[in-house]
């Protein structure tokens, strides 16, 4: 329940250090063992690793009580265990569905380690190394650490988590907002994937403009600030143990009365009253007092919107499945495309992760694509490909992709490469050699009406996917054998898979039968806080585009155009001489001037030879430079 991953490190007395790393196994290790904090550079518990070497274990004692009562203002839950030395570890499980990465920790635990001298944030600032000893693990100087408190307790503590917006609310308590999110774009600055994001992210999460602006009432907070924000605000009366100055402390009345929902004329209101009468002090010696704390409202009110967590705990939402399509054109290709998927990546670890892909191609192609003559085309990115395909990372659906690509008799067939904001173009054929496999007697994977993967399996695992989907469409219960037969799996892969799907109460054993369980993909998802996973996605994906866009263009007008060549008259003789024209060549060019021309006493010699004057004597073939000539006799 706290390994972020299957794996954990092992102490070495020599080295004084964790540097060894094994799987993670039931059984506990004879020396001490930690466990990873991070998956994927996220982290689902927070580890606050308190010390007892230099202070002491009355000093540990003193922080560890004080970060337990910061954790119940602001709806934190704990685990706590003791070490042999004294020193104590703090357990911070996160809401269901909520992670957190090392950038956006690090402001917090500065300020916690600024309050709590006995705290070592180093566990959780580090997302490759980060790991922490867990209860019951033994202990550098001998013994074990002790859990603090009831087993029962520490259970549902892990499991059930604390609230959502527990770290933005326990960093509003210590007063400390991180500067950057409060910084615009400077104009022509290059847009960055999370400016946009914390942009959308904030434009959706606040009502209103300007001095009217307040966060939106799905993200308030009902229940009252904590009495030590109320003290300050009414008598000016400085908590030291969390506020190092007045500025701290202001700026914490400021944030909780934005997180609950107040504006800035609602705040600047309250300077009037008795309650706010220390929040009137502290701002007295600006020059401009409304100014001031409209400004501090509008950072907090910004801050809060692009920090805040999505609700994961709305009661009765449910995630939208709209049933699929069940057009036969593409029914048929992804019950031929799994079969050949099946076969082809029989042994290999990507074959749950190829059977998402080509079911979210067949969506895509059913839902926006086309039939050309007869197969299905689709041009459809990886990013949403990837939401399709049940949250698969990215990296996953590209890395499909490109294997389907080159393999021969795959049927998917790449047909046009993807240019600017246009994604690769997909032909949806019928496998190559597509064939029944020996012994298959009816038990192939059968393609149900096509919609997307179930964001669940993130969670539950793509490799059960099939397995459910089996006993889901049959008609009858199955067996355990035969449904293993019919998926084509393993007998200790099927039994693994079966023994996890009841585990998450997905499927039951009814007369030794295998039939769905009490717990449909919607409740996993509900209580792992999908719903805000895939909306963070999306916002993510759009917020690239946005940036993927801008960076074309800007290509694009840094262009330089090549030079054109000088233009070129020609006359075609069609049209009337350009006198001007002729006047210009015939002055630039010396055998066109009238001295030069063979041609022009002809006049005086058929005078002489008593020919008329108006005969032409020039070759065959030769135009006239000059039309007439006119001359005296």
């Not at 997307?452 to 459910?468: F, K």
């Not at 801008?550 to 008259?569: C, D, K, M, S, T």
């Not at 002055?587 to 021309?597: F, G, H, L, M, T």
Request: aromatic share 4%; hydrophobic share 40%.
């Amino acid at each position: 329940m706290l390994a972020a991953r299957r794996s954990m490190r092992l102490y070495d007395a020599t080295a004084r250090g964790f540097t060894s790393s094994r799987p993670l196994t039931t059984r506990r290790p004879l020396v001490p063992a930690a466990v990873p904090l991070f998956a994927h550079g996220r982290a689902r518990v927070i580890a606050l690793d308190f010390d007892a070497k230099t202070y002491g274990g009355a000093a540990v004692q003193a922080d560890v009580n004080r970060v337990l009562g910061w954790l119940a203002e602001t709806g934190g839950r704990a685990v706590v265990d003791v070490s042999t030395s004294g020193g104590r570890h703090v357990l911070v499980p996160l809401a269901p569905g909520v992670t957190a990465g090392v950038t956006e920790l690090r402001p917090l635990l500065d300020l916690l380690a600024a309050r709590l001298p006995t705290l070592d944030i180093v566990p959780m600032t580090n997302a490759a190394t980060g790991c922490i000893t867990v209860p019951g693990s033994a202990c550098r100087e001998g013994g074990h650490r002790v859990l603090a408190g009831d087993l029962t307790a520490a259970m549902d503590t892990l499991t059930i988590g604390s609230e959502p917006a527990v770290l933005t609310r326990l960093t509003a308590l210590l007063g400390g907002l991180p500067h950057t999110h409060t910084r615009t774009r400077a104009t022509g600055a290059p847009r960055t994937v999370e400016t946009e994001m914390r942009s959308a992210t904030v434009a959706e999460r606040v009502i209103g403009t300007g001095r009217a602006a307040r966060l939106h009432s799905r993200f308030c907070r009902s229940a009252p600030p904590p009495a030590s924000v109320t003290t300050f605000a009414a008598t000016g009366r400085l908590d030291r143990s969390r506020w190092a100055s007045r500025s701290e402390a202001r700026q914490s009345v400021i944030t909780h009365a934005v997180l609950a929902g107040a504006t800035a004329d609602d705040i600047t209101d309250r300077l009037d009253t008795a309650d706010w009468a220390g929040m009137r002090d502290a701002y007295a010696h600006y020059g401009n007092t409304l100014g001031a704390v409209r400004r501090d409202a509008a950072r907090a009110l910004e801050w809060a919107a692009s920090t805040l967590p999505e609700p994961v705990r709305d009661t009765g939402h449910k995630l939208k499945h709209t049933g699929g399509t069940a057009d036969p054109a593409f029914s048929a290709w992804l019950t031929t495309a799994q079969e050949w998927a099946t076969r082809e990546y029989a042994s290999r670890r990507d074959r749950w992760s190829t059977h998402a892909v080509l079911q979210a191609l067949a969506w895509g192609a059913a839902s926006g694509g086309e039939l050309v003559e007869g197969v299905p085309v689709v041009a459809l990115g990886g990013r949403s490909l990837s939401i399709a395909a049940g949250l698969l990372p990215e990296t996953t659906v590209w890395s499909v992709l490109e294997r389907l690509r080159d393999t021969p008799g795959s049927p998917v067939l790449l047909i046009a490469r993807g240019v600017g904001q246009n994604a690769d173009r997909y032909a949806l054929v019928p496998p190559s050699g597509d064939k029944p496999p020996e012994g298959n007697s009816g038990g192939e994977i059968r393609a149900a009406a096509i919609d997307t993967i179930h964001p669940a399996w993130s969670v539950i695992g793509q490799r059960h996917r099939v397995l459910y989907e089996t006993v889901a469409a049959a008609d009858t219960p199955m067996s355990v054998d035969t449904l293993i037969q019919a998926v084509r799996i393993g007998r200790s892969s099927g039994y693994e898979t079966i023994l996890d799907l009841r585990t998450a109460g997905l499927l039951t054993f009814v007369d030794g039968h295998v039939q769905l369980g009490a717990t449909d993909l919607d409740d996993i998802a509900h209580r792992h806080g999908l719903a805000a996973a895939v909306r963070a996605r999306t916002v993510r994906h759009r917020a690239e585009r946005i940036v993927w866009r801008e960076w074309l263009a800007e290509r694009e007008e840094g262009r330089v155009p090549p030079q054109q060549p000088h233009p070129v008259i020609v006359d075609d003789g069609t049209s009337p001489p350009d006198e001007g024209l002729w006047d210009s060549l015939m002055a630039d060019e010396p055998r066109y001037r009238p001295e030069n021309d063979p041609y022009a006493t002809a006049g005086t010699l058929l005078t002489v030879i008593g020919a008329p004057e108006t005969a032409d004597l020039r070759p065959t073939g030769t135009t006239p430079v000059v039309a007439t000539r006119n001359e005296e006799t």
